[in-house]
């Protein structure tokens, strides 16, 4: 297996939002159905909502990554589970929020409506904060945040409205959960504005600005999460920070920056803004251990890498399809992990959604 760091094509640019720089804000549906085949004699559905991220995008029109976060997840309940698991992505690269919840949460609804669907999941928000930055960017002259401010509103009524969406439909899930956002471009982003701060009449670096705005926007998608049922995956957390304790405060960095159930939006924003910023890392260099690092970021410093194959996605349709043994035997999964969860963007975030399945089907 190895990793995939593919850049941007020139048909990527034109077909979908390029995700690190000045953001698009063209859309192309990437629907993929992949099937865990264990040879058993059921089947249950795992279904996905969400943008490029969920999609597997890895910088082209005509393929995504096959261990997207949730084939990863798929992979480790159909073995908790002992089943074939059947991972349907509904997702649109490129979207932002109201369009994952109409396009694809209500109007493919019938994808998680079936009998056998056990676990249903969603991401969005990522293309309203990365198309509001981008404005935000080539502003000069006096700074308005207005733009920001409203990606953030639109972001938290549609996780809203979504999770209520998926609670009307999914009647036979046993588990739904939201995935929130980790912070793409974390050290890019630590340079000066080229507009000024009415107030102060500075300019503003952007990572200080940009950085309590996600985390708000996390904080509500985990708060809603408990409102609604759901389970939040916390993958700004297993993203942004080592996997060890790098400031000797007794706690692992990953850990210590995790959601807190029942912790004020205020709280949570100034732990992860103020108080832990330090041990934040841009994921192109997550620390596993003090010495060792992982690149989580493929080379447009957006998408999450991969290992192994793709999915052939058929360029007019958006659509892709098919079928394959687990990528690890059950001996190679050790306490619920695989060799390489912590070494990928994409296998990490499956982990920590997988963390949330059922133990039976």
């Known amino acids: 297996m190895s990793v995939r760091r593919s850049g941007l094509s020139l048909v990527a640019v034109l077909a ?21 085949n264990r040879s058993a004699s059921q089947t249950y559905r795992v279904v996905a909502y969400g943008d490029s991220i969920f999609a597997g995008y890895n910088g082209g029109i005509s393929a995504v990554a096959r261990r997207g976060a949730p084939v990863v997840e798929g992979e480790y309940a159909a073995k908790k589970w002992g089943t074939n698991v059947e991972v349907i992505r509904r997702t649109k690269s ?18 998680m409506q079936t009998a056998n669907t056990r676990v249903v999941m969603f991401e969005m928000c990522g293309n309203d ?16 945040y207005s733009g920001l401010q409203a990606a953030l509103t639109a972001c938290t009524t549609y996780m809203e409205r979504g999770m209520q969406a998926i609670n009307q439909y999914a009647t036979s899930a046993k588990v ?36 309590p705005l996600l985390a708000r926007s996390n904080w509500r998608a985990c708060s809603l999460a408990s409102t609604y049922g759901f389970k939040c995956a916390d993958s700004f957390a297993e993203m942004m920070a080592a996997d060890y304790d790098s400031n000797g405060d007794g706690q692992v960095d990953a850990a210590a920056i995790a959601y807190i159930p029942g912790e004020t939006e205020d709280a949570y924003v100034q732990r992860i803004s103020v108080t832990l910023r330090s041990t934040l890392r841009d994921a192109n260099l997550h620390l596993a251990n003090a010495s060792t690092s ?17 999915i052939s996605v058929n360029i007019f349709s958006g659509s892709g399809s098919g079928s394959a043994a687990p990528g690890y035997t059950d001996a190679q999964i050790v ?17 920590t959604l997988s963390n949330f399945d059922p133990a039976t089907p």
């Not at 929020?97 to 994808?111: E, G, H, L, P, T």
């Not at 306490?335 to 982990?351: L, Y």
Request: charged share 15%.
């Open 129 to 144: 904060y990365l198309q509001a930055r981008s404005a935000f960017t080539d502003q000069t002259g006096t700074c308005n």
């Open 16 to 36: 979908a939002t390029t995700l690190g720089g000045s953001a698009m804000a063209s859309t192309i549906n990437q629907n993929t159905s992949w099937t865990i």
């Open 94 to 111: 490129g979207a932002k929020a109201d369009d994952i919840y109409n396009n694809k949460i209500v109007a493919d609804r019938s994808y």
């Open 294 to 310: 992982y690149d989580y970021i493929q080379s447009d410093n957006t998408h999450p890498t991969y290992t192994g194959s793709t």
């Open 335 to 351: 306490n619920g992990k695989n060799p390489d969860w912590n070494k990928f963007g994409h296998e990490r975030m499956g982990w």
């Open 176 to 211: 739904k959960v939201i995935s929130n956002i980790y912070y793409p471009g974390f050290a890019a982003d630590n340079v000066l504005t080229a507009c000024t701060d009415s107030a102060t009449g500075q300019k503003v670096n952007k990572q200080t600005y940009f950085l």
